[in-house]
């Protein structure tokens, strides 16, 4: 993409609502715009990240055998009058009526409609498992919206619902699940630790948390660190036994936040030297909640003996979203953005010093086409603006990588070729940068 | 994708609430459930040819230079009420107050949004033209949804937004999306016929609408004939000039919708054999509408001679949830639905005749391995039933070759391909069958 076909609009002030990093670089580098308290319009940038991670997100949801659907916004109340959370639910939930004066409402979240779903066509146990998952907006609406998209009203998720016969089959999803959303995070180049968690309005018996650390999470997390290491997080699990084995091995560490901590357990549980008391950012949360909904909406199941059971279920979401805001709080230094390859909105960032020389030009051309076709994805600023202006602008989107083309350097077929995380800079000759690139 | 793994639960009997082929197949063919009047459900495979045709947009999008955004579903009514429209628009428009008391609306369009958006951003002619959309979820409360996704509430729209600094450079713009939308229907298989079009709560005084044909449409149309195989369709523009000289042609011919019809003008213009009267589905909208919008809301920017002036805007809608009844109304039989290439959901289906005989087993996750590796993108049916029901499914979700194998033609070797449009079926050596459907 060429910086001036592209809408990518920076700020050089920080915002004075924008109180964490996150917030403010979102602003400041052009990704999104706020509409309304808590609700953002993603301009081209932001777009592509949140894209890129729910590309990621489905990814791996597909590896572990899940379906994808897509759910609508609105819901009639009927359903969540049935299980009886429409009145449960508070004043975060936007209810209206439409035109014939029917009650409907914005969801915050879709067991009821799942589960209504499933039992239309899922008669038998031989159908059994399924995990349907959506990638769908949602919106709650916070008494008090803040942090940007980090507790926004109107915020994208991906949310996923296990149906199994039994409650060992129900678990063993469940693990299933907690193992995938691990690998989820990794991919993400996040580090994230599941802690055990209440269950608040989903309900249930069995419910993890996985955190983020960020100095301006809004939770305090206490954890053993011998839990951030497991090959589990990257290796694919071949055997039931071996998803058990590591459910268990990853569950045991002490780890919990501030609604579950217990200081003498984490006392006596875990050495001094691997306690870890921080902050976390909540970027995904599963429950196993068992017969709570299928029991009320009458979903229900012929298992192998042919009688009709309702079906256990169990839920997993994860805040597609706020995890841009996430991974921004936990990559960015004072001068901007640093975005993991993976989620990085372009792979290379290619600055033009100077638009009005032929030569510069026809070497930036040169390089971004070289750049395009090997896969490189690059952006190149071929604005009609000061040196200074660029080098700041670059720094704040934070692409991995920035190539700098000037006369001065191109007189001698050279480069500059600059690492956004570590700083480092090198010359390097024109014909070899895209190969630095590739190499790094 | 193996069907026992996938939620594609298809149905024997036509529900009584479907009037129209496309409704029917969508529901038996498992692609959607209805949740409310007009609000749907999109199960894998109606979510996955809805994700073809969003993906098939954006990339004509982005080949017509247009910037992607999105913009939330939750808009605040307040610049509705600076253009006037908050009171003009009706019925249709869902509105509620959130927990504050603010009065919100369920954008049903979003051309103050963007025009919002645009003027906090861009300040200067030096910016334009600038295209930017959106494919986001849309709410118009209905009076009688109907015929599934083709009148829903709830639909998917890909919504765009043209700026320029006066009228001549927007016209242009216009000119672009119009050819641009021709090259995108054509695509998706479609041959979609532009006609001169009343403007409507949109405003404006330059307007056209695509349609499809199909005997289903809720328009009638007529129009001339020699319209429908214009070179502009598929191959690229090179020049303003080119442009121009491909929109005044394609819209020299005569076509107009029962709306703008005019028998007198349709006689006198057209010769007998080429004159179409026919009924079709509106696919797409297009817009200029001059400064409507950026006059009531302030979106200015200084132009060359340093004044500041309204920008210049169009709008530009495709009906993106809508294309996938349109184009099941016009490619389908008695048997089910006959997906054109592009928007298959699967490339092929391999239909296991005896999941009880090994060598069939074998054959097909041979074969299935084969058709994976080759991005022909299988569905392999692997369920325990009878072939009558598998083949009436296969029949059903209309992919457009079906492979069957089963133990009389496993032991010479051979598996039954059949083109599901043509119905041509033909035994081919099964080492040689992909190639057969690579090459079809």
């Known amino acids: 993409m060429r910086w001036s076909r592209y809408f990518l609009p920076t700020m050089k002030d920080t915002p004075a609502e924008a109180q964490i990093a996150s917030h403010r670089y979102m602003l400041r580098a052009g990704m999104v715009r706020q509409n309304a308290a808590g609700i953002y319009t993603w301009l081209p940038m932001g777009l592509k990240v949140l894209s890129k991670i729910a590309d990621i997100v489905r990814d791996e949801q597909a590896r572990a055998g899940a379906n994808e659907v897509l759910m609508p916004t609105v819901q009639s109340a009927e359903l969540w009058q049935e299980s009886g959370r429409f009145d449960a639910y508070g004043p975060e939930m936007l209810r209206f009526e439409d035109r014939h004066g029917r009650t409907m409402l914005y969801g915050p979240t879709n067991e009821e409609m799942i589960t209504d779903i499933f039992k239309r066509d899922?008669?038998?146990?031989?159908?059994?498992?399924?995990?349907?998952?959506?990638?769908?907006?949602?919106?709650?609406?916070?008494?008090?919206?803040?942090?940007?998209?980090?507790?926004?009203?109107e915020f994208l998720m991906k949310d996923g619902y296990s149906f199994d016969v039994d409650?060992?089959?129900?678990?063993?999803?469940?693990?299933?699940?907690?193992?995938?959303?691990?690998?989820?995070?990794?991919?993400?180049?996040?580090?994230?630790?599941?802690?055990?968690?209440?269950?608040?309005?989903?309900?249930?018996?069995?419910?993890?948390?996985?955190?983020?650390?960020?100095?301006?999470?809004?939770?305090?997390?206490?954890?053993?660190?011998?839990?951030?290491?497991?090959?589990?997080?990257?290796?694919?699990?071949?055997?039931?036994?071996?998803?058990?084995?590591?459910?268990?091995?990853?569950?045991?560490?002490?780890?919990?936040?501030?609604?579950?901590?217990?200081?003498?357990?984490?006392?006596?549980?875990?050495?001094?030297?691997?306690?870890?008391?921080?902050?976390?950012?909540?970027?995904?949360?599963?429950?196993?909640f068992g017969t709570k909904y299928?029991?009320?909406?009458?979903?229900?199941?012929?298992?192998?003996?042919?009688?009709?059971?309702?079906?256990?279920?169990?839920?997993?979401?994860?805040?597609?979203?706020?995890?841009?805001?996430?991974?921004?709080?936990?990559?960015?230094?004072?001068?901007?953005?640093?975005?993991?390859?993976?989620?990085?909105?372009?792979?290379?960032?290619?600055?033009?010093?100077?638009?009005?020389?032929?030569?510069?030009?026809?070497?930036?051309?040169?390089?971004?086409?070289?750049?395009?076709?090997?896969?490189?994805?690059?952006?190149?600023?071929?604005?009609?603006?000061?040196?200074?202006?660029?080098?700041a602008d670059m720094e704040l989107i934070g692409l991995p990588w920035v190539i700098t083309i000037g006369p001065r350097g191109l007189k001698d077929g050279m480069a500059e070729l600059k690492n956004r995380r570590t700083g480092e800079k090198q010359d390097v000759a024109l014909a070899d940068v895209l190969a630095s690139v590739s190499a790094g």
Request: a negative charge; charged letters at 25%.
């Open 122 to 153: 899922v008669q038998s146990y031989k159908n059994l498992p399924m995990n349907l998952y959506h990638i769908q907006w949602k919106f709650r609406d916070e008494v008090r919206p803040r942090f940007g998209v980090m507790r926004g009203r």
């Open 294 to 391: 299928s029991e009320p909406l009458g979903a229900t199941v012929s298992n192998a003996d042919g009688q009709d059971v309702p079906v256990h279920m169990g839920s997993y979401g994860i805040g597609v979203s706020r995890l841009v805001g996430g991974i921004i709080e936990a990559n960015h230094d004072d001068d901007g953005i640093i975005w993991p390859s993976e989620i990085a909105p372009f792979g290379v960032g290619i600055i033009n010093l100077k638009t009005d020389d032929a030569a510069c030009n026809e070497a930036c051309d040169a390089l971004y086409a070289q750049a395009t076709a090997a896969g490189l994805d690059p952006l190149l600023d071929d604005r009609d603006m000061r040196p200074g202006g660029k080098f």
């Open 167 to 288: 409650k060992e089959a129900a678990e063993l999803a469940y693990k299933k699940v907690f193992i995938s959303y691990l690998r989820t995070f990794r991919r993400l180049g996040l580090t994230a630790i599941p802690m055990q968690a209440d269950t608040g309005p989903i309900g249930g018996d069995l419910s993890h948390e996985f955190l983020i650390q960020a100095e301006t999470g809004e939770s305090e997390v206490f954890f053993d660190s011998a839990i951030s290491g497991d090959r589990a997080f990257t290796e694919d699990l071949t055997s039931d036994a071996e998803l058990e084995a590591a459910f268990d091995r990853l569950t045991s560490a002490y780890a919990r936040t501030d609604e579950t901590h217990e200081s003498a357990l984490f006392d006596a549980q875990v050495p001094e030297d691997r306690k870890v008391v921080s902050r976390g950012v909540e970027v995904g949360h599963i429950f196993y």
